[in-house]
């Protein structure tokens, strides 16, 4: 008997809990809110625990494209509707350096959060041009407010349990959740599949410039110098060779192929090449030539 008691008791309780509850939600009013959802975080992390990114880099210096769709999560607070919502996103001229039609395409005229649903997506094409190069442009999106959405995350946080991003340097930190800046550039970083250092090796110290260089003259792209697979131990000996080959006849006709901070360009097989018309990693034209 007195076990059926506490059971009684225990629906009687959970049911005026669950009621509570759902009144609570019931007297909810007023509009809903829009913002950016966009959230980047590694594979073996579930994905509602990545962090939120006000801001999304585009760089082509890592992919072959000389174009790219980027897509953003925009989301809403608040209860399902049975109803489509519309919305608009602007770009902020004052705060983008990126030029409409020919850096980035238009925006849609509107876009819509559909009956039944919570989200949607926002597309913005990027394209790649001699501006990028070395610089990087910056696109400002932001969502407007109407009779449908308010704008309320204007000091964002994550909820504890996301894995938090590292705090920015290179782009700032923007908590306004409301909008999201884009940053594009074109700047080729050292990959996975360098070989070499200021110590040597046989491609030598890492530069853009040497990079871009080493792909010319060998008809090889960024894919090729992704992983140690794909630029395997042989064949970076094989393009060190290639490479040095093209400078060393260059340096022969007085013409001599400068790297990046007005030294004579190097690979490994200058030296092994060239023997007493190679150079030493660092060597000023100046120093070669006068020797």
């Not at 769709?69 to 919502?85: I, M, Q, S």
């Not at 238009?106 to 819509?112: D, E, I, K, N």
């Not at 046989?202 to 080493?214: A, D, E, N, T, V």
Request: glycine share 6%; hydrophobic share 35%.
């Amino acid at each position: 008997m007195k076990t059926k008691i506490y059971v009684l008791l225990a629906l009687i309780v959970t049911t005026t809990w669950l009621s509570s509850c759902e009144k609570k939600l019931m007297d909810y009013e007023g509009k809903d809110c829009l913002y950016f959802d966009v959230r980047r975080g590694q594979p073996w992390i579930e994905e509602s625990k990545w962090a939120h990114y006000n801001f999304s880099e585009v760089a082509f210096g890592n992919i072959t494209a000389t174009d790219t769709l980027l897509t953003l999560k925009v989301k809403a607070t608040g209860h399902l509707k049975d109803f489509d919502r519309p919305f608009n996103i602007i770009v902020v001229t004052d705060s983008t350096s990126a030029e409409a039609n020919t850096e980035y395409e238009p925006l849609m005229q509107q876009y819509t959060i559909k009956a039944g649903e919570t989200s949607t997506e926002v597309k913005i094409r990027i394209k790649k041009t001699a501006r990028m190069n070395g610089d990087t442009l910056k696109i400002q999106l932001a969502i407007q407010p109407n009779e449908h959405f308010n704008l309320m995350f204007n000091n964002y946080g994550d909820y504890p349990g996301t894995y938090a991003p590292v705090p920015d340097k290179k782009f700032g930190h923007n908590q306004n959740a409301a909008i999201h800046n884009i940053f594009v550039d074109d700047v080729l970083t050292k990959p996975t599949g360098w070989y070499g250092s200021e110590s040597g090796g046989y491609f030598g110290l890492f530069s853009p410039k040497k990079y871009r260089y080493i792909m010319m003259v060998t008809g090889t792209d960024i894919n090729d110098f992704k992983t140690m697979v794909t630029m395997s131990f042989p064949r970076a000996q094989a393009i060190s060779q290639e490479v040095a080959k093209h400078l060393l006849e260059a340096a022969q006709k007085e013409q001599p192929i400068l790297d990046e901070d007005g030294t004579m360009m190097w690979v490994s097989y200058v030296n092994i090449l060239g023997g007493t018309r190679g150079w030493a990693q660092f060597t000023k034209p100046e120093e070669y030539y006068n020797k």
